[in-house]
């Protein structure tokens, strides 16, 4: 899987295997590209947050594909929601395939603030 931003190699304890780490800022966008190599050519794409299917349907993901070649997940506006491990995977006819891990942190953004304001009324 190749990435829009430039990843750093970073070992995984959990796994004993290589992650990618890309870091991007809050409200920016992000895109993830895989090349699939297939023989047929024709198979099916799903992306995944972790254990979770994306629902590339979601307008967060606009602009995301899953195009049996080269398919691209996109998230717009991200936030500090989004950080976690993504992979692809592709399946046809003769088996599967998976991609490595890809960590997404996300870095700055606003602090969340919640004000409140309560209004006491003496009734008489």
């Given at each position: 899987m190749s990435l829009a931003t430039d990843p750093q190699m970073q070992t995984s304890s959990e796994d004993n295997g290589?992650?990618?780490?890309?870091?991007?800022?809050?409200h920016q966008c992000v895109?993830?590209?895989?090349?699939?190599?297939?023989?047929?050519k024709h198979c099916d794409v799903i992306w995944k947050k972790g254990s979770t299917i994306l629902n590339l349907n979601d307008t967060r993901y606009k602009g995301s594909?899953?195009?049996?070649?080269n398919p691209?997940?996109?998230i717009n506006m991200v936030t500090k929601e989004d950080n976690g491990l993504y992979r692809v995977e592709a399946r046809?006819?003769?088996?599967?395939?998976?991609?490595?891990?890809?960590?997404?942190?996300?870095?700055?953004g606003k602090n969340r603030l919640f004000k409140m304001t309560f209004v006491l009324i003496k009734i008489h």
């Open positions: 290589a992650t990618y780490v890309t870091k991007v800022e809050y895109e993830f590209k895989a090349t699939i190599r297939s023989y047929p594909s899953v195009e049996s070649r691209i997940l996109r046809n006819i003769h088996g599967d395939g998976i991609s490595q891990f890809v960590a997404l942190e996300v870095i700055g």
